[in-house]
T-cell receptor
Framework: DTGVSQDPRHKITKRGQNVTFRCDPISEHNRLYWYRQTLGQGPEFLTYFQNEAQLEKSRLLSDRFSAERPKGSFSTLEIQRTEQGDSAMYLC???????????FGPGTRLTVL | GQNIDQPTEMTATEGAIVQINCTYQTSGFNGLFWYQQHAGEAPTFLSYNVLDGLEEKGRFSSFLSRSKGYSYLLLKELQMKDSASYLCAVRENSNSGYALNFGKGTSLLVTP
């Protein structure tokens, strides 16, 4: 049973560095979501893809953040010039169709020193 | 946008029943989800309600009243492994997608 996978699981970086995370959704799922979660909070929506098209971005997604899903399969989330406030768990989720549940990956925990 | 409110913490005894409430305000309701999240792990799906009423799935049940903007998750025969955070999430009608808006979660502690 292959679920949503994310890589790396943990990332420690220094302020100002760039980082890139990868998400591999469940293979037949056409929808892919990125969320960010900080301690004691629920996940917050960042952006969403349907196949390779990025259809929605949250106001939380500043210009330092960029996401791609070039072939409609895996997705990458890049953060440029990281700040300490970017420290969080970055969760990826995928779903099939419009009204189905989202399956979450294990997340990438980012720590910015 | 929408506001989603749920209690921050709850404690219950093993074998008992606990009800976790969630209230929300939204302009275009398109479903309410409950997820379970153990510390350091990803959220896992528990239940989905889009119509009023009770959905039962084993030890877990979820209720929805759209007119009141209210849902609850009912956990029966509590087990120690049920200690986790329970996230209420609302999905809105959207032209471009169906992102979930989550509450802050209710941390449930099950004691012996």
């Amino acid at each position: 049973d292959t679920g949503v996978s994310q890589d790396p699981r943990h990332k420690i970086t220094k302020r100002g560095q760039n980082v890139t995370f990868r998400c591999d959704p469940i293979s037949e799922h056409n929808r892919l979501y990125w969320y960010r979660q900080t301690l004691g909070q629920g996940p917050e929506f960042l952006t969403y893809f349907q196949n390779e098209a990025q259809l929605e971005k949250s106001r939380l997604l500043s210009d330092r953040f960029s996401a791609e899903r070039p072939k409609g399969s895996f997705s990458t989330l890049e953060i440029q010039r990281t700040e300490q406030g970017d420290s969080a768990m970055y969760l990826c989720a995928s779903s099939l169709g419009d009204n189905n549940e989202q399956f979450f990956g294990p997340g990438t925990r980012l720590t910015v020193l | 946008g929408q506001n989603i409110d749920q209690p921050t913490e709850m404690t219950a005894t093993e074998g008992a029943i606990v009800q976790i409430n969630c209230t929300y305000q939204t302009s275009g309701f398109n479903g309410l989800f409950w997820y379970q999240q153990h510390a350091g792990e990803a959220p896992t799906f528990l239940s989905y309600n889009v119509l009023d009423g009770l959905e039962e799935k084993g030890r877990f049940s979820s209720f929805l009243s759209r007119s009141k903007g209210y849902s609850y998750l009912l956990l029966k025969e509590l087990q120690m492994k049920d200690s986790a955070s329970y996230l209420c999430a609302v999905r809105e009608n959207s032209n471009s997608g169906y992102a979930l808006n989550f509450g802050k979660g209710t941390s449930l502690l099950v004691t012996p």
